[in-house]
Every structure is written in C-alpha cells, then in structure tokens.
C-alpha cells in the first residue's frame, strides 16, 4: 500500500480530531477503525440491548466470543470475560467511538484538577500527580473543540469553572420538570445549578438540526443527527479534504519498527481477516485506554521486547474510570415528564474544597429513565412479580429522581493493563489483563458525594431517600457467577471500575520513568509515535470527560502538525 504521513488507530473522539488536523493541514492520513460506520438506522431502539447493562449483548462494542478480556480478582483469580459481562470495561467499536451514543455531557476540568499532587499532596499508596500542561493551555483548544464539534448549555449561573473566553456556541435546551424541581432546592441550599454543557445541538448547528427531545438518548445513535460525535464533525471533513483515507473493520495487530527503534507503520488484519501492512512516517495510537495500552505491549521487537514505550514498564499503569455515586429520591407528586436528554440541571460546588478531601465531583440528575431502570428504583421491600410489583412500576416510574455524579478517581500503579500470556482474540493477539482496584480514598470521596446528593433530594421534597453508594455501583459494574464478594469499601476488590470512562494508561509526563508520553502526546522512546485518547490523561476530573479528550485531541494535533512542518517526523 502507499506509504502516507501519517496512519490513526481508532475513529472516536480523539482520533477523527487528529484525522481532520492533519487532513486539513494537508498530510496524507490513514484512519483505521475496528468497527463499522453505523447509522441510527442500523441501531433499532431496543432498551434492553442498547442500555449499558449489556446483557443482551452490546450495541456499538464487540460482540462475539472472539473477543473475550481476561480479569484479575482480589483473590488472584483469572476469569475469562466477555463483552456482555461487566468486569470486561466495555468500549464502543465503531466510526465515533462512544461518542456515537454517549450522552454527550461535555465539561471543561477546572484548573485545580491540572495540579491534584500539588494542592493535595499524594495519599499513600496512590500514584496521585500533576499534569505537565495546565487548564490555561488547554483553554483554546476547549474552546475550538466547543465550537467545531458543538455545544450547548451555560456556565454563566456558576463561579466554580475556569476562565473562557467566549460563552458556548448555543444556549441550552429548555429545562424539563426536574430542573424546576431541582433548581430551586439547590438554590436555598447556597448551591450554583447550571444547565449542563451537551455536545448536542439545540437549535440548527453546522447543518444540522436540534434535539428532538425523545427519551432514548444515552446509549442510543440519534436518529435527527443532533448528537454530535467525531462521526459526524470532524470525520467528514478530513474525508472531504481528499487527504485522508477512513478504513473499517480493521484490527491493528501491531506498531511496525525499524532496526532504528523508529515506527514504519501498522500492520492489521482487514475486514476479510487478511494481514495488510499500512507504512507511515508517523504512527498515532486513539484506541482508548485498553486497547491503545494493548497495542504498544503487543508491539514487541527486538529493541522493545517489553512493548513500544514500555521501557521502564508504566504502559497499562495507572489505569482509571469513573464510579457514579448519588442519591435516589421518592417523591408524592410527579417529577418525571418523559423529554429527553433528561439530564439538564448539575452543580460543581463540591469539585474542589472540602477540607479532609481530595477533589470531589459534578453532582447531575440522570438521563431518561426507561423501564429497565425502574426496576432498580423501586422502594425496598416491592414484590418482585405480579399485581403489587406491576403497580409499584406504574407509581413510581414518574415520582423519583436520581442525582448522580462521577467522582474524581484517585489513581495507583498498581491498577492497569497487562497482556495475557496465554488467552488470545480470534484474530491470534493476546488480549487485555485488567487488575488492580480503586484506592480507598475515591470511596471516601464518593461516599460525601452520596450524602450531599440525599440532602438536595430531601430540600426538593423528597419524602425518602436510598444512596446510590460506590460499593453498590461497582458491585453491579463487576458482578459476574461466582464472583468474591468485598465488604462495604472492598466490592470485588481486583477490579478498577474502568468501564465509565477509562482513562490513564498512557499517562503524560515530563519524567520517562513515571510516564509513557511527553506534555505533546509523544511516546518518550519513539520520536513518531504519539498516543492522543484519554489514556494519556494523568488524573480524569471529577467530570465526563468527553470534551478534555477532544481538547486534548486538538492540542496534540496543533504541537504534530508544527513540528511537522520543521522534520517530517523522518530522520
């Protein structure tokens, strides 16, 4: 094939950004994907597949048998997982990534999350450090990815954010009944509730429509097209430019390199299951947290026999995700109006500042609730089946609310990704080892943020409360037959809960010793190879953090295409 400047592995949120960079700044670009290009007519609404329980299977991840994971519990034992079973930590396989379905709630950090060791100190037992840039060189990039890839909402009800410029491209969409709820409880409770950001277009938006407002939005395609992910931003428009090339059902098996120790290229098997090589002059790895680490440890040679960037062995470390912890509340009157996205109303009061902790959380009511969910929610002591369980489901269904917020994850080595030496896909790789559990700490952190969510509920009427503990979330999030269950801090202890936004495998740093790339998104040991996706991220906020990995995304991209026009990236 002809060799191009530059070939991206995986077309979701961070690589589609560096697709359309490079494109637009005229390099020749190969992005291969794994999955393929789906469309909301590909995806029926199904509630029970599309939802992230997954037990019927997952609909924008792998789903056969050929792509198992192995995971490690607290007892040393191996368990063979597959994509329908919670410890695997799901990740979307196609065009978009998880920015097809995701929910779209795109918050900026805030400058203390940049600097968590240097205001907090590390707790013991955690690999807890800043990151070598700070929210002041992201703000540009925050803001373009706001523009070009497009969000609605409004900060301006709130002081806990950092500066910015301009306000967001467009005003939030109309508040639904929880908001005015909510809004007012929070308000009496010295509290600063905004309209969430979405990446979700309220009114027309770069040629395309609003939200219609219907209730399958998390975890669904949209079928209006008002969702908006790099499938239909920015992947266009690098393919408009002629310069890049999108390939699908392409496995990458490895990173190719020379006798140099510098990357030629890929090789991968394509969607008819031959093994093509794919030459470049640079190699950008935008897998995700996994599978991106997966890939530099299966790139072995003779010069790297431990993995590519792997010398002093942090690639897989530091693994993360978020745990979602709140407050569910009953209500005697109906709080439920049925309009989607559903989630609208946030606080960020307790991101920061909590004397005793370290960082804290985004507190949000959740998305639209489908019948599945209420199952979940119903008050203890319900009959399980029949006449009584039916008209729990009826009462109940539109009189509660949950709020719920990802806490900020206080990150150790000791949590990562490995290869295993012996279980393998059905394309012969050594698939993804997951081990390591949450650092005590990110339950203490979660557990405050569970009570500050039953005392909004309970200023809003509520007239009984359930927390939603981390212990209770990760319990869930992990349970598979079998499994050793943990005490009330400890659920499953093995597994870092990854499958909520994972993150930090690749960590960016000044230090080779402590990290794998440097503060542009380069791999430390080869000059052109860059890992640009979340795994780079050092700490994952105390918010989604979709919109952190395009801003990152497009800094990264910025640095390349400078630096390119000075060598080439070629020796």
């Given at each position: ?123 013991e ?35 806990y ?28 409770l ?10 979700r ?26 969702k ?58 935008s ?56 989630a ?25 609730r489908?019948?599945?969910?209420t ?44 290869v ?5 896909d ?90 794998v ?31 952190t ?10 640095a ?12």
């Amino acid at each position: 094939m002809k060799r191009v400047n530059a070939v991206i592995v995986g077309a979701g949120a961070a690589g589609g950004i560096v697709a359309k960079e490079l494109a637009v700044a005229g390099l020749g670009v190969v992005l291969l994907e794994r999955g393929k290009w789906y469309t909301a007519n590909d995806c029926r609404k199904d509630d029970l597949r599309n939802q992230r329980t997954t037990f019927l299977g997952n609909a924008f991840g792998p789903e056969d048998e050929g792509n198992p994971r192995v995971w490690v519990d607290g007892d040393g034992g191996l368990h063979n997982v597959m994509p329908s079973e919670g410890p695997y930590q799901n990740n979307a396989a196609c065009v978009g990534g998880g920015t097809f379905s995701y929910g779209a709630q795109a918050w900026r950090y805030m400058p203390q999350d940049f600097k968590m060791r240097s205001l907090y100190g590390a707790p013991e037992g955690s690999s807890l450090e800043d990151w070598p840039i700070t929210y002041d060189d992201l703000e540009p990039f925050y803001e373009k990815a706001e523009y070009e890839i497009g969000i609605s909402g409004d900060y301006s009800g709130t002081p806990y954010h950092g500066l910015r410029k301009r306000p967001l491209p467009m005003p939030p969409l109309p508040p639904g009944r929880e908001f005015g709820v909510l809004g007012p409880a929070a308000r009496r409770l010295g509290l600063h509730p905004i309209h969430i950001p979405m990446a979700r277009n309220s009114v027309p938006y770069n040629g395309r429509g609003p939200c219609m407002r219907c209730r399958w939005c998390c975890g669904f395609a949209c079928e209006v097209d008002a969702k908006n992910g790099s499938q239909n931003t920015v992947i266009p428009i690098a393919l408009n430019t002629g310069n890049c090339e999108l390939r699908t059902e392409c496995m990458v098996k490895e990173i190719l390199t020379d006798d140099r120790g510098r990357a030629t290229g890929v090789s991968y098997f394509d969607e008819n299951g031959h093994l093509q090589q794919q030459l470049a002059d640079t190699v950008i790895v935008s897998g995700c947290a996994t599978e991106s680490a997966r890939l530099l440890l299966n790139s072995k040679s003779r010069l790297f026999p431990n993995g590519l960037g792997n010398r002093y062995d942090q690639v897989g470390r530091n693994l993360q995700g978020h745990q979602y912890t709140g407050a569910l509340g009953y209500f005697d009157f109906d709080t439920y109006d049925d309009i989607g996205p559903g989630a609208d109303i946030a606080i960020c009061d307790y991101n920061h500042g909590t004397p005793g902790l370290r960082g804290g959380g985004m507190l949000a009511n959740e998305f639209i609730r489908l019948p599945i969910h209420t199952l979940d929610r119903l008050p203890n002591g319900t009959p399980t089946w029949g006449p009584a369980h039916k008209k729990a489901m009826r009462d109940w269904h539109r009189r509660t609310i949950v709020i719920i917020g990802p806490t900020q994850q206080i990150p150790s080595a000791e949590a990562r990704i490995t290869v295993d030496p012996s279980v393998k896909d059905k394309w012969g790789m050594p698939v993804v080892r997951i081990q390591g559990n949450c650092h005590p700490h990110t339950y203490e952190i979660g557990d405050v943020q569970a009570e500050r969510a039953q005392k909004w509920l309970l200023e809003a009427g509520a007239i009984d409360t359930r927390l939603l503990s981390q212990a209770q979330n990760a319990e869930k999030a992990t349970h598979v037959p079998d499994a050793n269950k943990g005490g009330p801090h400890k659920p499953h202890s093995g597994l870092i809960p990854a499958a909520q936004h994972q993150a930090g495998t690749c960590r960016m740093g000044d230090d080779p010793k402590g990290s794998v790339v440097n503060k542009v998104c380069q791999v430390h040991d080869v000059d052109n190879v860059f890992v640009i996706d979340a795994s780079v991220h050092v700490t994952n906020g105390g918010f989604n953090p979709a919109l952190t990995i395009m801003a990152v995304a497009f800094y990264a991209s910025n640095a390349l295409v400078h630096n390119w026009k000075g060598t080439g990236f070629r020796s």
